[in-house]
């Protein structure tokens, strides 16, 4: 298809991603509730 589908990324930006996710603030959930519950579902 000629799109390169493995990208180079940094193991430690991975691991504070899910640290960010798992600590959201009260307002930070509350955004992201927000959003999925309006968002479509896609299949």
Excluded: C, Q, S, V
């Amino acid at each position: 298809m000629g799109y390169n589908t493995e990208r180079k990324h940094n193991p430690k930006l991975t691991d504070n991603a899910k640290t960010l996710r798992k600590n959201m603030t009260k307002e930070e959930r509350h955004l992201w509730y927000d959003f999925l519950r309006t968002y479509p579902i896609r299949f």
